[in-house]
């Protein structure tokens, strides 16, 4: 007999015996363990690159992979990214061994009217997965299984791709397209099966004529056959955030409808334990005049057909980075950076601090409100105060549930630290021991409902 699993039942049947509603139960302490993956083995044109922003999905029965971007650092390279790498796992242990896979990379072309030099620069790329020996709900062989898509924007700047500044991205001849790579795994690695680099002129479109812009904070996840993905998607001049349904067909994964929710940026996607959908986006200010700095979720309780507004919170976090996640029981917690702390006198608000510290916000389901927020990583207090003229930056988190090598399901955290100036990127980014991509976990527990059927 397992002993985890019987005190993993024990422990949920006495939550649920209490008084206390099982889905408010505190999540408690999340792992703080170093970087995983730091610096890549290759990069277009061998820039100097390093990892960041990650996304963990489910690749097979015990294996997941970690999908992580490249981000080009030095001065003049503002926002410069080089696509991403995949690493397969099975424990987060193995992880810093495991060879990456190069997955998405930039490229250079000329323009069409003038002949000019264009670079393309792809950035974090969404991931969709269906794993490897994963059933559809009635048991039967899911057609793709071990296929899956991964989804990045890609900028097209006039340039050799030296240099990208802030002003590059305001200029008129800047084109944006949307890469997408189709994806296989073999059980031991994962591979590009096709590759496509959808124009302006050529966009990728839904079934019901949306035309999809990036994918959100979040890998997909399951619903009946479906994959279900947040995004950004435009129709008839108009550009939202909501959730995409990709459905299996001719061989590939194909985006079928889009849901709209609401505007903004980076959205995220997390199924609660009874099964209803929780949907966040990074707010923008035609939300309202405090919405950069709230949390905001909305909810479905029809598989993404219609979404109510579930909790505004106003003026409890800085304008950076958000998503909503969730444990491998169904609980639900929100990511995001508190406020710019203060000087020891308290006379001076640092606003240029406001992504050293890392929090989470539970969701109390029973009344729809949130917890205090929990620190999960305080980058000055880990890991020293920065040079003058420099900051820590620990932001954009992601997660996924995912089954690993010992059988059991783990609720992983993804989140980037870099040491970044203050000045940007014209003074430089500061390579230090704590760059990279981190993965962390939330405490062991069983799946109210498991994502996936083995």
Known sequence: MDWRCVLLCLAVAAMVMTDLHASDAPIGVITRAGPKVVLPASSTDNLPVRYGLGFVAQLGPRAAGLFVNLRVFGKGRTD??????????????????????????????????????????????????????????????HPGAGKGFAICRALSFIGRGGVLTWDMFSQPTMRCYLEVAQL???????????????????????????????????????????????????????????????????????????????SGGEPSLVRRADGTLVFLTRPSEDMGPDAPRSIMLWTSKDAGASWQELLRVPNVRPSTPISVN??????????????????????????HRDRARLAMWQLNDSAATLQPPQIIRDAEADFGMTPPGFQWYVDH???????????????????????????????????????????????AAEPARPPWRF
């Open 326 to 351: 969730a444990t491998a029981d169904g609980r639900v917690f929100v990511l995001a950076n508190v406020p710019g702390m203060t000087n020891p006198e308290r006379t001076v608000q640092w606003w």
């Open 397 to 443: 988190p992601t997660s996924a549930i995912v089954r690993l090598g010992d059988g059991f399901w783990h609720g992983l955290i993804a989140y980037r630290v870099m040491q970044y100036p203050a000045a940007g990127d014209s003074v430089g980014e500061k390579l230090t021991p704590h760059t990279g991509c981190y993965v962390e976990e939330t405490p």
């Open 184 to 262: 296989a795994f073999d059980g031991r690695q994962v591979s590009v099966v096709k590759r496509e680099l959808f124009r302006s002129d050529q966009p990728w479109v839904t079934g019901d004529g949306w035309q999809i812009a990036a994918g959100g904070l979040h890998s997909s996840i399951p619903d009946g056959s479906d994959l279900l993905l947040a995004g950004e998607a435009q129709k008839d001049g108009l550009g939202r955030n909501g959730v995409l349904r990709f459905r299996f067909a001719d061989g590939r994964w194909q985006p079928i409808a889009f849901s709209p929710v609401t």
């Open 80 to 141: 410069f990214e080089d696509g991403c790498d995949a690493f397969v796992f099975g424990d987060l242990a193995s992880l810093k061994k495991a060879s990456p896979t190069p997955i998405i990379r930039n490229e250079h072309e000329r323009d069409p009217a003038t002949g000019a030099a264009r670079f393309v620069v792809k950035y974090p790329a969404a991931i969709g997965f269906w794993p490897l020996g994963a059933k559809q709900p009635d048991g039967s062989p």
